[in-house]
């Protein structure tokens, strides 16, 4: 595999990087991006695709960037953040732009939206969590921050963030993987698991919000 243009590497560093500073909501800052890029190349590796990985680099890099903006539909607005970012035509050509443009969009594909190209359906698949005790770390952060209006409990948190992944990961659920290597295969077994014993769940989500001090820190949350 080639590496990856240095120039255009430097450039995502040092201007998009750190525009995820300051958007960490419910895990979509900084260290999800770099794992997202690292899982993209992983797949790639395992399936043995033909695709220009500075491409699959920039969409990665800029697929949650809009999430501070609008949580709900921050697929759009960091498409929208990526094709204003007129640096980016020193990189690549008008069908490169478009084809990154519409795979940022497309990193939520499910069960009722299917991903439009292959680099689509990369980073939807790398955008994938493969750890069980991240994902509710991430679940249970973002359900709080969502609900913070309402006032929410520890356990009505945990609650939302039940309902939330069991409709995304449980048997049936909506959540699209295009190329499941074993990492993401054992992640979703274990997953399964842990949803079909509801109380189960609600210890190891009781347990991280411990950890997390989250009543404490949050006025929110009780």
Same mark, same amino acid.
């Given at each position: 595999?080639?590496?990856?243009n240095?120039?255009l590497?430097?450039?995502?560093?040092?201007?998009?990087?750190?525009?995820?500073?300051?958007?960490?909501?419910?895990?979509?800052?900084?260290?999800?991006?770099?794992?997202?890029?690292?899982?993209?190349f992983?797949?790639?590796?395992?399936?043995?695709?033909?695709?220009?990985?500075?491409?699959i680099y920039?969409?990665?890099?800029?697929?949650?960037i809009g999430y501070?903006?609008?949580p709900?539909?921050?697929?759009e607005?960091?498409?929208e953040?990526f094709?204003?970012?007129?640096?980016m035509?020193?990189?690549?050509? /008008?069908?490169?732009?478009? &084809?990154? +443009? $519409?795979?940022?969009?497309?990193?939520?594909a499910? =069960?009722?939206?299917?991903?439009?190209?292959i680099?689509?359906?990369?980073?939807?698949?790398?955008?994938?969590?493969?750890?069980?005790?991240?994902?509710?770390?991430?679940?249970?952060?973002?359900?709080?921050?969502?609900?913070?209006s309402?006032?929410?409990?520890?356990?009505?948190?945990?609650?939302?963030?039940?309902?939330?992944?069991?409709?995304?990961?449980?048997?049936?659920?909506?959540?699209k993987?295009?190329?499941?290597?074993?990492?993401?295969?054992?992640?979703l077994?274990?997953?399964?698991?842990?949803?079909? /014993?509801?109380e189960?769940? &609600?210890? +190891? $989500?009781?347990?991280?919000?411990k950890?997390?001090? =989250?009543g404490?820190?949050s006025?929110?949350?009780?």
């Amino acid at each position: 595999m080639k590496e990856i243009n240095k120039e255009l590497k430097k450039y995502i560093a040092l201007n998009v990087f750190e525009q995820y500073d300051i958007n960490n909501m419910g895990g979509h800052g900084l260290d999800h991006i770099k794992t997202v890029i690292e899982r993209c190349f992983e797949i790639i590796k395992a399936f043995d695709l033909d695709v220009d990985i500075d491409m699959i680099y920039t969409i990665a890099a800029f697929h949650d960037i809009g999430y501070r903006q609008d949580p709900d539909r921050h697929e759009e607005v960091s498409s929208e953040m990526f094709r204003k970012d007129q640096n980016m035509r020193k990189f690549f050509n /008008d069908e490169q732009i478009e &084809i990154i +443009a $519409e795979a940022i969009v497309d990193h939520r594909a499910s =069960l009722e939206y299917e991903a439009r190209s292959i680099y689509g359906k990369i980073v939807s698949s790398a955008d994938r969590e493969t750890s069980v005790r991240n994902m509710l770390e991430r679940s249970i952060l973002y359900q709080a921050d969502k609900h913070s209006s309402e006032n929410p409990s520890v356990s009505q948190v945990i609650d939302y963030s039940y309902k939330k992944l069991s409709s995304k990961y449980g048997k049936g659920g909506y959540a699209k993987m295009y190329y499941p290597d074993q990492k993401y295969v054992d992640y979703l077994n274990t997953m399964q698991e842990l949803l079909e /014993d509801k109380e189960k769940f &609600i210890e +190891a $989500e009781r347990a991280i919000a411990k950890e997390l001090k =989250l009543g404490e820190k949050s006025e929110h949350i009780r």
